[in-house]
T-cell receptor, first 111, second 112 residues
Framework: GEDVEQSLFLSVREGDSSVINCTYT??????LYWYKQEPGAGLQLLTY?????DMKQDQRLTVLLNKKDKHLSLRIADTQTGDSAIYFC???????????FGTGTRLTVIP | DGGITQSPKYLFRKEGQNVTLSCEQN?????MYWYRQDPGQGLRLIYY???????QKGDIAEGYSVSREKKESFPLTVTSAQKNPTAFYLC???????????FGPGTRLTVT
């Protein structure tokens, strides 16, 4: 079955880069997503990458995909206190809507 | 404004009572989803519906029920059979053919 893993916690200093990692097991993943969840709120889609890409950049966010190792990462440049949140990676294997989520990584930005 | 809403934001119930959580979307999305979130466990899928009048069980459907009588609405009932109902419940919707899901703000249910 599908299994998406993330480390639970990450702390960085304001202004540094953050790198949040995710591993998945299903090699037939078609899309991979990063969502952000602020305290007590729903999830907000940050970015996504097609499985035939290896990198996508969107302002301060860079997504890297290593299909061989089934490893996905989200890099946040110049991390701000407003970036403190839980970040979830998710995979879609059927090209439709069913997503499998990781456990989430809680990012804490230290001023 | 287009979006997905859940109500109420906080809900308190006594053990043994059924409770229904509301989820409404005006995004014209065909698919809707219910997830449960517990600390350190990520999101677990309870039920989903790809089209009106049809729905499927997710990974943890026991003790829950849903209906999908209208495209806009996908209410979730937490029954007394659910052994550990206290959790944060998230509803999401998606357009057919696109993978991204849009989430509501969530309902925190506390059962004592």
């Amino acid at each position: 079955g599908e299994d998406v893993e993330q480390s639970l916690f990450l702390s960085v200093r304001e202004g540094d880069s953050s790198v949040i990692n995710c591993t998945y097991t299903d090699s037939s993943s078609t899309y991979l997503y990063w969502y952000k969840q602020e305290p007590g709120a729903g999830l907000q889609l940050l970015t996504y990458i097609f499985s035939n890409m290896d990198m996508k950049q969107d302002q301060r966010l860079t997504v890297l995909l290593n299909k061989k190792d089934k490893h996905l990462s989200l890099r946040i440049a110049d991390t701000q206190t407003g970036d403190s949140a839980i970040y979830f990676c998710a995979e879609s294997i059927d090209g439709a809507n069913n997503l499998f989520f990781g456990t989430g990584t809680r990012l804490t930005v230290i001023p | 404004d287009g979006g997905i809403t859940q109500s109420p934001k906080y809900l308190f119930r006594k053990e043994g009572q059924n409770v229904t959580l509301s989820c409404e979307q005006n995004l014209n999305h065909d698919a809707m989803y219910w997830y449960r979130q517990d600390p350190g466990q990520g999101l677990r899928l309870i039920y989903y519906s790809q089209i009106v009048n049809d729905f499927q069980k997710g990974d943890i459907a026991e003790g829950y029920s849903v209906s999908r009588e209208k495209k806009e609405s996908f209410p979730l009932t937490v029954t007394s059979a659910q052994k550990n109902p206290t959790a944060f419940y998230l509803c999401a919707s998606a357009s057919q053919g696109l993978g991204e899901q849009y989430f509501g703000p969530g309902t925190r249910l506390t059962v004592t």
